[in-house]
């Protein structure tokens, strides 16, 4: 857990003495997305953009 609590600080203090509060949750929501993002490619999760253009193509118009 205190792995997480110092990458927040991290995150935190790398704003602008200036950000809001909503800036500064904007960046903490995008590092934990590339955490993500970057485990399901480790783990091999993700889908092919072919594979996603097939998919968007069979959506109902």
């Known amino acids: 857990m205190a792995v997480v609590k ?3 600080k991290e ?3 790398s704003q602008p003495d ?3 509060y ?3 949750l904007r960046e903490l ?3 934990r997305m590339m955490e ?3 485990v399901d490619s480790r783990d091999d999760r993700v889908t092919s953009n ?3 253009k097939h998919r968007i ?3 109902p118009k």
């Open 6 to 8: 110092e990458k927040m």
């Open 11 to 13: 995150v935190i203090e």
């Open 18 to 20: 200036d950000a809001t």
């Open 22 to 24: 909503e800036e500064i």
């Open 29 to 31: 929501t995008f590092e």
């Open 36 to 38: 993500r993002g970057l």
């Open 50 to 52: 072919e594979e996603m």
């Open 57 to 59: 193509r069979s959506w």
